[in-house]
């Protein structure tokens, strides 16, 4: 009895070990206890890193409150400024200076300044919201705002894009409610710097604003580098829309018209693509590139006579368009075929020579034109090889074509080796 006594008690004591270790763990460091340690950093000029370090370790603490957690990010965004001003005095002093540590500490204290107004604006119980540290965030960011802007400068000197955006846009936002002339070159940066990074978002956000404060020689390239974001977001819609925007305002800026004529061929909206043309040939008739986007869309229609007679009407216009070359003498070769197919067999029909005359009139005809693209493309075999080949052949136009075969073999031999 007394053993079963002696087990008894053992046990109970052996039970109540876990609580009494629990009792023993330290109490957690109050959130007023760590925002007294960083204040005594901040005015002993010591310690601010750990001071930090402490605040942050407390961040995701489950007892803690949004409006804890916000005051414990503002009294980092504190820490960071101080680790600042101390750099700052080493300026003022003509001391040796890491500047790049001076601008990344502004950095960090306008990311805490994020995050504790995220936190400041969470909703209480209610669903009511109420801005505890509003006044005291905007102060100290407005408090920096010039600083950031050099920052932004800084690196954008050195090409460090992603850094100057982060500046520029922390600057623009700070100063979103204060007159200043520097906002709109400001945005300007910004949107170049976000397509520069190829983040999207960043190009976005400034985009329309780096446009109306652009000179007007700049203006259609921002309105390109929009259109070309929309595309990388692979947004076809606000694409095509920002195209359509281009060819209002900058229509001799060639990308929004030749882009929008491939999205009507992609789409074989031919006529579409025509009408197109002829609506910007009503502002400016003397450009080459419009009448050839007809010539493309009536040969994509098999309309070779209209396409040849949009060829010669770009050629008018720049003598050296080679496109408008090819597509004149590929319908002429086009027509070539049809009237082979059409043309009578029976060689005693004095049809037949006849039809034969006129096969070889459009060999002829498409020979010139074969032979221009050639003279401008020299190295580009591939695209006029075979078409001469074909003339020549039709033609009898017995040393021509020896040096054309010759060629295209050689050409042949090279790609498979």
């Known amino acids: 009895m007394k053993r079963f006594a002696f087990l008894f008690i053992l046990l109970i004591s052996v039970c109540c070990l876990p609580a009494a270790e629990k009792e023993k763990k330290p109490a957690l460091p109050k959130v007023k206890t760590l925002v007294k340690n960083a204040n005594t950093a901040m005015k002993n000029r010591s310690r601010q890193g750990d001071a930090e370090r402490e605040l942050l370790g407390a961040l995701g603490r489950e007892d803690l409150s949004d409006k804890s957690r916000a005051e414990i990010c503002y009294v980092c965004a504190e820490l960071e400024e101080n680790l600042n001003g101390v750099i700052n005095r080493q300026f003022y002093l003509k001391q040796k200076y890491d500047t790049a540590a001076f601008f990344n500490y502004l950095q960090n204290m306008y990311s805490y300044l994020e995050r504790c107004d995220s936190f400041d604006a969470v909703p209480d119980e209610d669903g009511d919201i109420h801005l505890k540290y ?192 090819y597509n004149k003498g590929i319908s002429y070769l086009n027509l070539a075929v049809i009237a082979q197919e059409s043309a009578s067999q029976d060689m005693n029909n004095s049809q037949w020579q006849e039809d034969r005359k006129k096969v070889q009139d459009l060999y002829a005809k498409a020979k010139p034109c074969m032979e221009m693209v050639r003279k401008l493309e020299p190295e580009n075999t591939e695209r006029w090889g075979t078409p001469l080949y074909r003339i020549y052949l039709h033609l009898n136009m017995g040393t021509e074509f020896d040096e054309i075969d010759k060629l295209l073999k050689a050409s042949q031999k090279e790609n498979k080796g």
Request: glycine fraction near 2%; charged fraction near 25%.
């Open 134 to 325: 509003k006044k005291r965030t905007r102060s100290l960011r407005l408090k920096h705002r010039n600083n950031m802007y050099n920052g932004g400068v800084f690196y954008l000197s050195k090409n460090d894009y992603a850094n100057a955006y982060k500046f520029f846009d922390y600057f623009y936002t700070a100063s979103n409610d204060v007159e200043d002339e520097r906002l709109p070159k400001v945005a300007y940066w910004a949107a170049l710097c976000g397509y520069a990074t190829e983040q999207h978002d960043h190009t976005l956000k400034y985009i329309d604003q780096a446009i109306l404060s652009a000179e007007p020689d700049q203006q259609p390239i921002l309105q390109e580098y929009k259109a070309r974001t929309y595309l990388a977001n692979k947004n076809e819609q606000a694409w095509v829309a920002a195209l359509d925007t281009g060819l209002i305002h900058y229509p001799r800026y060639d990308y929004f018209f030749v882009n929008k004529e491939d999205w009507f061929h992609s789409r074989r909206l031919f006529d579409d693509g025509i009408h197109l043309a002829d609506s910007m040939l009503t502002h400016v008739d003397n450009y080459a590139l419009y009448w050839y986007a007809k010539c493309r869309m009536e040969l994509a229609k098999n309309d070779f006579e209209a396409c040849i007679a949009y060829a010669d009407s770009t050629i008018s216009h720049d003598n050296k368009y080679t496109n408008a070359y």
